[in-house]
């Protein structure tokens, strides 16, 4: 089958929602088969059971060249849609200026147009809870962020919470523990800013003193380092494309899997909007500091708009998109 004709046929079964039934069947792979480290030296610890993986933030990284503060690691092969997951337990204790982001990027290779979707986790002071951002770019939109905050309604430094994106060509949707928290869908008014070439995943934890926390009000404190993050139960599910032959690769069983995907449900959809209510504390769509007019695929919400206006105006990192990789650079990659 072609290149083509297999990727109309992941689509036609990955368009939506993977359901709760065909995310507990998806496979997890240990950290060599699917990962590699991507930077901050000995400050990335593969757990014995090949498993588990601990990235570090202490004073030796975060007190050193500015491309190398915290540690990270990203994905073997490069994939043009798919579902990527993995549990995350969060540094306790003070933890402001801490980010630990777990998403998808090619700014390697696109260093001007990349694409982008972001789950980031923004450390507090302490007695103050940590907090999630989502985003996307497409095509080096990075002008014009997407940005939303969501309370989290578990304390995410106790246990391990699985955190998900599910990217198609017309959806792409972030969960948390499977609940969908926030549906992207694709509409002809976004244009090049939907994410729409092939991807690698990333993990890091790194410094950001400057904006994360109140706005650059509390930066990390060593004192309290080392902040370490764990990631288990990886799954990368989807289609990778070889970077020399530019050949898409369905990995084995995903279709089938994907064939018992559905549509966002009914109950799914209402456990959402009452997460959204209840724990979403920022919208771009609702922020004429920074858009005068809404973007064109937001669907404005009168009572929305009113809750959202009670909290603080919201800062936004400005450190530029390598930073967060380090300099890995590879030469297949740039090949695409």
């Not at 980031?120 to 996307?136: D, V």
Request: proline share 4%; hydrophobic share 35%; with cysteine.
């Amino acid at each position: 089958m072609g290149f083509v004709a297999r990727f109309l046929v992941f689509m036609s079964l990955f368009t939506g929602l993977v359901s709760g039934f065909a995310l507990q069947k998806l496979p997890l792979i240990q950290f060599d088969e699917g990962y590699t480290h991507l930077f901050g030296d000995q400050n990335m610890i593969v757990n014995r059971d090949g498993k588990s993986v601990r990235l570090i933030l202490d004073e030796r990284t975060g007190l050193s060249s500015w491309s190398l503060l915290g540690s990270g690691f990203v994905s073997n092969d490069i994939y043009l849609h798919g579902f990527f997951s993995s549990s995350i337990k969060l540094p306790a204790d003070y933890s402001a200026g801490v980010v630990i982001a777990f998403y998808l990027s090619n700014g390697d290779i696109y260093e001007k147009n990349h694409d982008e979707i972001d789950f980031e986790f923004l450390g507090n002071i302490r007695g103050k809870e940590w907090r999630i951002q989502t985003n996307i770019y497409g095509n080096g939109s990075t002008h014009l962020g997407r940005e939303e905050r969501y309370n989290l309604w578990f304390d995410p430094t106790e246990d391990f919470h699985q955190y998900s994106i599910m990217w198609s060509h017309s959806h792409i949707i972030f969960y948390v523990d499977n609940i969908p928290i926030r549906e992207v869908k694709r509409t002809a008014s976004m244009g090049g800013d939907f994410p729409a070439k092939p991807m690698s995943l990333y993990a890091t934890i790194w410094d950001g003193s400057k904006w994360a926390t109140n706005g650059g009000k509390y930066g990390v404190n060593y004192k309290f380092a080392p902040y370490v993050a764990q990631f288990t139960d990886l799954i990368l599910h989807g289609c990778a494309v070889d970077p020399i032959e530019k050949v898409l690769s369905c990995q084995d069983g995903a279709a089938e899997d994907l064939r018992l995907a559905s549509e966002i449900t009914e109950s799914q959809s209402k456990k959402m909007d009452s997460l959204r209510r209840k724990h979403m504390t920022y919208s771009y769509c609702y922020d004429r500091t920074r858009y005068k007019v809404a973007l064109p695929e937001c669907v404005v919400n009168p009572e929305e708009a009113k809750r959202l206006r009670v909290y603080d105006p919201v800062t936004f990192g400005g450190i530029p998109h390598r930073h967060r990789h380090g300099k890995h650079r590879s030469k297949s990659r740039q090949s695409i």
